[in-house]
């Protein structure tokens, strides 16, 4: 999991504005934080299973945690989720949906899949970088500013 002293955190987001967000906000952590993106669910559990250009262990260290985005071009998010609750290697590692949308099918789809947490994506450029270093803080080893 953790890089030595860096935790890793899987993104699967498809929007690059989303992703770019993520990766300003963790780049504050840049010390202590290593950011693996995918665009999609195909590409992502491709990385988790350690497949193909993925195979060697240490080209893809085992994430901290996933941030997952729920629609996703391909293999939806929905069931990223469900391969990675049904692998042994991989159930083990926190869940957070991150989704725009505060529609009852999309939480029960996070519910119901075994994500460990659902975080609505602020719409504002800040507030989202807030919420995703707040995540972060929360699930990882990473410890926030100041303490």
């Not at 893809?60 to 069931?79: H, K, N, V």
């Not at 529609?103 to 519910?111: I, N, Y």
């Amino acid at each position: 999991m953790s890089q030595g002293n860096r935790s890793v955190v899987l993104l699967v987001e498809d929007d690059p504005d989303h992703a770019e967000l993520v990766s300003r906000a963790l780049a504050e952590d840049g010390e202590r934080v290593s950011l693996v993106h995918f665009a999609n669910g195909d590409s992502a559990l491709q990385y988790l299973e350690r497949v193909g250009a993925w195979a060697d262990p240490d080209a893809s260290p085992r994430p901290d945690l996933i941030l997952l985005d729920l629609r996703l071009p391909g293999l939806g998010g929905g069931e990223v989720l469900s391969r990675i609750r049904s692998v042994p290697s991989l159930c083990e590692i926190p869940v957070v949906i991150l989704s725009t949308s505060r529609t009852r099918e999309e939480l029960a789809v996070a519910a119901g899949g075994g994500a460990d947490a659902c975080a609505v994506k602020p719409m504002d450029g800040e507030g989202f970088r807030e919420l995703v270093r707040e995540l972060v803080w929360s699930w990882t080893t990473v410890e926030s500013p100041g303490t």
